[in-house]
């Protein structure tokens, strides 16, 4: 038995199925919501020999037309969007082909820009094998790559047909990448759930340690969170935003990076602290809420700081220079996702900038 969300998005309503069952039935999901319309598998090369890719092709059939993409943030570029669109019209995909995302985010985000624009517009669906992807990116339809003066500045919102979680991909992931897409499943309960959190504390560990039922339980409440959220804001024009929780910091980290040394879901972890601290110095969170939240942190082995992570000394200048790229910012005007206490956050307006930059220099930048 699988569990159903429906994301009721106006014109482009679609379900998201979570078991354990889900890649063993892709023929049938196919045949349900495609009849017999030809297929396309565009898969992380790091899933070349994975039995669920082997799975995925036995299901589907011998016909079914397979594109690798290299792992890792870089392929989030106008090259590798290039290359993809060559290998499409390369193997005759046209308007009725059907394109399957299998990955992590990096493949779902650069496979659903490819199916948003690749001939104006053809169907494709998630089928998102990390837990990042499988709780965020892979719902809502934001898709994108990067460029040089920032994270996701390209790209469209442009629906899946279908997301298909098969907690069974996980089994396989390191403990590493189930604690980075930890950071992302917290939010949840940060921004407007706290009864979540509570549950995280007491079964976080398990869900690290791929307990099915922890994972069903906490993958369905995310998901089920962010489609009631997308339904209601499809294209952020409003509370979509809070999603965002600890994402303006940890995207100018990342961009200054060059998109290495360290993962998405480590930059959120720091840039989530931030946002609590930010909030508690600016006297709209308690320090109990900061320290609780720090403390849960530490316990599951988030990075709470970034400087071990970058292993140099950051520029606050540089980070407010990076903030100012950020989709939220209008007019230079810097916005943040912040709290009044665990599961209340908000969407806060043209952020002081000499404040935002006293902030981070007490907070180890220079």
């Not at 071990?308 to 407010?320: E, G, Q, R, S, T």
Request: glycine share 6%; hydrophobic share 40%; with cysteine.
């Amino acid at each position: 038995m699988s569990k159903v969300i429906k994301v009721n998005i106006k014109n482009n309503p679609y379900k998201i199925f979570i078991g354990t069952e889900i890649l063993n039935n892709i023929d049938k999901f196919h045949r349900e919501y495609f009849n017999d319309r030809s297929k396309i598998v565009i898969y992380d090369k790091i899933l070349n020999n994975s039995v669920y890719l082997k799975q995925i092709i036995k299901k589907l059939g011998k016909n079914t037309n397979l594109i690798p993409i290299n792992s890792g943030e870089k392929s989030k570029s106008k090259k590798s969007l290039y290359d993809l669109y060559n290998n499409l019209f390369s193997n005759n995909v046209d308007r009725s082909s059907v394109i399957y995302a299998f990955g992590g985010g990096v493949i779902g985000d650069l496979s659903g820009f490819a199916a948003a624009t690749y001939m104006r517009g053809i169907d494709y669906v998630q089928v998102p094998t990390t837990l990042l992807s499988q709780i965020d990116s892979s719902v809502g339809g934001k898709t994108a790559i990067n460029s040089s003066f920032g994270k996701n500045l390209i790209g469209a919102f442009y629906q899946p047909k279908l997301v298909l979680i098969d907690l069974n991909t996980l089994d396989s992931l390191p403990k590493s990448q189930m604690i980075v897409g930890y950071a992302e499943m917290i939010k949840y309960g940060l921004i407007n759930n706290k009864k979540f959190f509570e549950w995280l504390e007491i079964n976080g560990k398990n869900v690290i340690s791929k307990n099915k039922k922890s994972l069903e339980k906490a993958i369905y409440i995310c998901c089920k969170s962010k489609a009631d959220i997308v339904k209601k804001d499809e294209k952020e024009n409003g509370q979509r935003a809070l999603l965002n929780l600890g994402h303006t910091f940890g995207h100018a980290f990342e961009r200054l990076a060059n998109f290495k040394k360290f993962s998405h879901g480590e930059a959120i972890s720091v840039g989530i602290i931030l946002a609590f601290k930010f909030s508690c110095e600016s006297k709209l969170c308690k320090k109990d809420d900061l320290s609780r939240v720090y403390n849960h942190f530490n316990e599951i082995k988030l990075p709470c700081e970034i400087g071990h992570l970058f292993k140099k000394n950051i520029k606050a200048v540089d980070i407010i220079s990076s903030m100012k790229l950020d989709k939220k910012t209008i007019n230079s005007a810097i916005k943040l996702i912040l709290v009044k206490g665990i599961g209340k956050a908000f969407i806060a307006d043209k952020i002081n900038e000499k404040k935002l930059s006293l902030f981070l220099k007490n907070n180890g930048f220079f």
